[in-house]
């Protein structure tokens, strides 16, 4: 069982930054594409950017040049530079990858709090 495990999230004031971590317990061989979903209080769990085994990265149009996905294969992690943050950014940001293992199978994190308020 793939484990995925978050980091960094946290309380940031309008206009700032936080860096979201998300490293993989197994190595990154079989995996078509990582990237990041994020649910809000009483919303729809939506697609926040994705980035492909060959590096392609796509992002929903509210966070393009914002948000920026980024990867370490070395270290099976990904990374969500999160920039000028706005209080509807708000919401439990999840890792998740799409791995090949007889048939495609998604594994997700366990969700990290992101809050954005003065």
């Known amino acids: 069982q793939v484990q995925l495990v978050e980091s960094g999230g946290g309380l940031v004031q309008p206009g700032g930054s936080l860096r979201l971590s998300c490293t993989s317990s197994?190595?990154?061989?079989?995996?078509?594409?990582m990237g990041w979903y994020r649910q809000a209080p009483g919303k729809q769990r939506e697609l926040v950017a994705t980035?492909?085994?060959?590096?392609?990265?796509n992002y929903a149009d509210f966070v393009k040049g914002r948000f920026t996905i980024s990867r370490d294969g070395a270290k099976n992690t990904i990374f969500l530079q999160m920039n000028s943050l706005k209080p509807e950014d708000t919401a439990v940001y999840y890792c998740?990858?799409?791995?090949?293992?007889?048939?495609?199978?998604?594994?997700w994190g366990q969700g990290t709090q992101v809050t954005v308020s003065s």
């Open positions: 980035i492909a085994v060959d590096g392609n990265t």
């Open positions: 998740f990858e799409n791995r090949w293992t007889g048939g495609w199978e998604t594994s």
């Open positions: 197994e190595i990154t061989f079989n995996i078509n594409a």
